[in-house]
């Protein structure tokens, strides 16, 4: 499984930013996405993950009401929405791929390259 993570950048605090994670490669057996963050010198944490058979999510408390994880199974594509950004939310946001819904890196065994939000105060 390939994945190819996008739509970083540099934004004020309030505002949006949308999150691609295209997958490729044999991705049946991999059908939960994930998202992960890193900030400098902290420990890469969950962010939010989706179901692509069900659609089931699941959310990391601090972004909740704020951020949105979709699917597109037809692109095989997975969305992170990301509104009222705030700067403790400035990190690299990382892809993951799974069999099982989890929170933690250890159930995940497919990662895309980060891509940088930063938002600025």
């Known amino acids: 499984v390939q994945l190819q993570a996008s739509g970083g950048g540099l934004v004020q605090a309030g505002d949006s930013l949308r999150l691609s994670c295209a997958a490729s490669?044999?991705?049946?057996?991999?059908?939960?996405r994930g998202w992960f963050r890193q900030a400098p010198g902290k420990e890469r944490e969950f962010v939010a993950a989706i179901s692509l058979s069900n659609g089931r999510t699941n959310y990391v408390d601090s972004v909740k009401g704020r951020f949105t994880i979709s699917r597109d199974n037809a692109k095989d594509t997975v969305y992170l929405q990301m509104n009222s950004l705030k700067p403790e939310d400035t990190a690299v946001y990382f892809c993951?791929?799974?069999?099982?819904?989890?929170?933690?890196?250890?159930?995940?065994?497919?990662w895309g390259q980060g891509t940088q939000v930063t938002v600025s105060s």
């Open positions: 993951a791929a799974g069999p099982v819904l989890g929170t933690t890196r250890e159930s995940y065994g497919f």
């Open positions: 490669g044999r991705t049946f057996s991999s059908f939960i």
